[in-house]
């Protein structure tokens, strides 16, 4: 069992549509929650982090991080073409310098 | 502007030569990192640097080598040991243990003919 599941999808949504990303991970220890957004044959650039449980709320990106169900999510609203990209995951233990990545989701935002 | 550059973009090499890729970094972040990312796989850690003259072995270290000579600068050479080389490779930096996240380059796609 891989340490971090992504569904790769790909996933498909109308302009305008909300949009869930999710990932399970299986390592009660992990405490850092990372999305990325990675745009096509791009290094990927940090859109959120949150540490521990809760919601973090940025623009119309939003994640939240259930520890007890060990499950994040990361939710886009009003989505738009341009957010037609991979996004991944990751998640750090608490000594860091090891950070753990999903596999990813494809998504196409059709205008 | 601040940011990480690798280079070069696209590198093509034969099968049996060792390949050095570049990679600095003017953020003045002390952690350095190299992940290698394949179709359908997550990012996967080859080697990380702490600071300057230390580096400990990622999940993937097999076949490869790294140097950290200076605070800036972290390259990677791909050996002839590396048994499945073609990749696109990324390097990161980070303050700290990277805890709030990494700031990665443009990468390095290489191809082993």
């Known amino acids: 069992q891989k340490e971090v599941e992504q569904d790769p999808g790909p996933l498909s949504v109308p302009e305008g549509a909300i949009v869930s990303l999710n990932c399970t991970y299986s390592?009660?220890?992990?405490?850092?929650f990372m999305w990325y957004r990675q745009y096509s044959r791009k290094g990927p650039e940090l859109l959120m982090y949150?540490?521990?449980?809760g919601n973090k709320e940025d623009g119309r990106f939003t994640a939240q991080v259930d520890k007890s169900s060990k499950y994040i999510s990361l939710f886009i609203r009003d989505s738009q073409p341009s957010d037609s990209a991979t996004y991944l995951c990751?998640?750090?233990?608490?000594?860091?310098?090891?950070?753990?990545f999903g596999a990813g989701t494809r998504l196409f935002v059709k205008a | 502007d601040g940011g990480i550059t690798q280079s070069p973009k696209y590198l093509f090499r034969k099968e049996g030569q060792n390949v050095t890729l570049s990679c600095e970094q003017n953020l003045n972040h002390d952690a350095m990192y190299w992940y290698r990312q394949d179709p359908g796989q997550g990012l996967r850690l080859i080697y990380y640097?702490?600071?300057?003259?230390?580096?400990q072995k990622g999940d993937i270290a097999e076949g490869y080598s790294v140097s950290r000579e200076k605070k800036e600068s972290f390259p990677l050479t791909v050996t002839s040991a590396q048994k499945n080389p073609t990749a696109f490779y990324l390097c990161?930096?980070?303050?700290?243990?990277?805890?709030?996240?990494?700031?990665f380059g443009p990468g390095t796609r290489l191809t082993v003919l």
């Open positions: 640097s702490q600071i300057v003259n230390d580096f």
């Open positions: 949150t540490y521990s449980s």
């Open positions: 990751a998640m750090n233990p608490p000594g860091g310098f090891k950070t753990i």
């Open positions: 990161a930096s980070s303050m700290e243990r990277g805890l709030a996240g990494y700031f």
């Open positions: 390592n009660s220890a992990f405490q850092y």
